[in-house]
């Protein structure tokens, strides 16, 4: 379901790297605003990694929805369930997968990908129960 898997991995680990040798200031990194903080409270998803900078508690993954699917404006944080649900009902999309620490307030883009019907394809086939 999801297409143009784009990870970010290699990127978070040099910043995390610069950030360790001292190149890169913690206020760079570690400022998720009050908008970021309260949608990883609300449509985040928790996980079991500790947070890279401070290892306090376990980082949440935030998915912001661009495309304006769903009747939404674009750039909304969804639940994992609602993307889910949007993947099968609505045109292309475009996911951005924030990892957040609520006690530091470190974030970072880990992965993008692009969910949702493929333009120009067909209605799905009914399955056969
Ligand atoms: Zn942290």
């Not at 994992?80 to 009902?89: F, K, M, P, Q, R």
Request: net charge positive; aromatic share 6%; glycine share 8%.
């Amino acid at each position: 379901m999801q297409r143009q898997l784009v990870d970010y991995a290699l990127a978070r680990r040099s910043t995390l790297a610069r950030l360790r040798a001292g190149s890169t200031a913690l206020e760079g990194v570690c400022d998720a605003d009050t908008y970021l903080l309260r949608a990883a409270k609300f449509h985040g998803t928790g996980t079991d990694r500790p947070c890279p900078v401070c290892r306090k508690e376990q980082v949440t993954l935030v998915s912001w929805v661009f495309g304006g699917v769903g009747g939404t404006p674009s750039g909304t944080a969804r639940t994992e369930n609602e993307i889910v649900a949007l993947a099968t009902s609505s045109p292309e999309f475009t996911v951005h997968v924030v990892e957040v620490c609520r006690t530091c307030r470190w974030n970072y883009l880990v992965q993008s990908y692009v969910a949702g019907v493929p333009r120009g394809a067909t209605k799905r086939r009914r399955v056969a129960k």
